[in-house]
């Protein structure tokens, strides 16, 4: 054998002996497909995979993208709706080296512009519903490249997914991939400005879900119909979003069942797939939720299976915590805190240690550290309010491009949330709102989340927001925006009431407004600065 042949043998011994070692995404669904090949890996509409079959179709794009130039630290633009090809991707750039950036489907054209070029993207995979969307801004996209789209015809001047990966290869690419090397970019919703690149790196996402499986399997009672193995787990939001996507990267690292929707979000058809599917998990948020339990036939479907109710992306208001527990008394809720640049989850509260605890969002889980701290950056005493700061081997690398929001954000080697929260002596954590909302009148501190609270519980209410607007006599006051259930109706009047019977009297409204919808970022978490924008100098019953 030459020289260079013996040379490249080694080569590749050694980078499979680093990757063995290694925390690398790509690995846990090649060492899956070795472990247990025929089992089911991923459900997506009439595609049902194996890990096999999964890794195989996952190695194939890899080789793809290589060919096409995509090396590590090569970013990778994503834009489609839920589909397996976008779990493929996420993976197969994961073994090469490359960064995946995942797009939000619900952005503005000019919006996906900038995220793609600030993201230095050379590559774009996009789903067919996209194709036009994104050939109308092509030509604002210089760094892009090549073009890949998930269609069922080619379309010009892109590589078509499925006839473009089927003339590659299935072995493994063998890239030397590091953990501490970026994995993907995601952007936060940019509810002040614009949005922040997180870059998170493949140990923040990989010992993120080792950690959060050590909460979640501690849960009382969950396998005793079901082992991990044999569980089905649906990931019912866009997964864009990090939680989705890390609640797949959970599963397939414990080597269950991922399945996908194929609808956006339709509460039926949820429904069912945890009807026909037999599911066992499933990770939701509280608006999903809210729509869900608006279902009038909930009970003709047999939810019997469902075990595991996972609850993130905003605090779960107790009222809905309540109707879920009726309404699926099988599944036991798990409550997720969290932000995009903590890889995301930073608190579980279990089912088994929510009694008493409703308005909690658990314990911080272990390696994570949490400070509770005032303006000064010092810590405040248990029970006392203040902003949380984290550190811990989950947090993000960096903001991409933009040292100077990252140097902000870990001043002092801490992350500052922006979330003011308070724990109690047993180390349960309560979140208060976020620093920026606390409303201040009269010198009184008021919390719109503790308002939003008492006004969940009202019978009629589907949907609330309260903000603070000037006020000439005590700098400002508290005003609530409604939604009403379907077919239901309030006065301003009838809420000001109900609050009064709750709260005390500086914290009630003193002035409501009611609207059809609330304006949301792309994740799904109200825009109140549109709101104080909208409703700031008006006072309307």
Known sequence: MRKEGKQLIRD??????????????????TRNSRKFPDKEALVYGKTRLTYKQFNARINRLAHALVDIGIKKGSKVAMLSYNCNQFLEAYYALGKIGGVAVPLNFRLHPEELAYMVNH???EAFILGEAFVQIVKGIQKDLPQVKKYISISDKPVKGMLHYENWIAKYPDDEPLVLVDEHDPLFIMYTAGTTGRPKGAVITHQNELVMWMLGG???????????????????????????????????????????????????????????????????????????ANFLLLLPDLHKYDTSSLQIWLSGGAILPTETRRQIRKHFPSAKILDLFGQTEMSPVVSVLLSSESKGRETSVGRVLPFIEMSIVDDNDNEVPVGEVGEAVYRGPTLMKEYYQNPKATAEAM????????????????????????????????????YPAEIEEVLYKHPKILECAVIGVYDEKWGESVKA??????????????????????????????SVDFADTLPRNTVGKVLKRVLREQYGKSVRY
């Open 119 to 121: 993201s230095d993207s």
């Open 411 to 446: 001043r002092g080697g801490w992350f500052h949330s922006g979330d003011l929260v308070k724990r109690d002596v047993e180390g349960y954590i309560y979140i208060v709102d976020r620093k920026k909302d606390m409303i201040i009148s009269g010198g009184e501190n008021i």
């Open 481 to 510: 925006v409604v939604v009403c259930k379907p077919g239901k109706k309030l006065t301003g009047e009838e809420v000001i009431e109900f609050c009064k019977r709750h709260l005390a009297s500086y914290k009630k409204p003193r």
């Open 12 to 29: 590749k011994q050694a980078i499979e002996e680093a990757l063995g070692r290694g925390l690398v995404m790509g690995e846990t669904i």
């Open 214 to 288: 050590m909460f979640v399997f501690t849960e009382k009672n969950i396998f005793d119909k079901y082992s991990v193995l044999d569980f089905k787990s649906f990931a019912a939001p866009p997964i864009f979003h990090l939680a989705a996507f890390g609640f797949c990267q959970f599963n397939f690292f414990a080597g269950t069942t991922v399945v996908l929707p194929e609808e956006v979000f339709d509460p039926v058809s949820i429904m069912k797939t945890i009807q026909n599917e037999r599911i066992n998990a499933i990770v939701l948020i509280p608006a999903m």
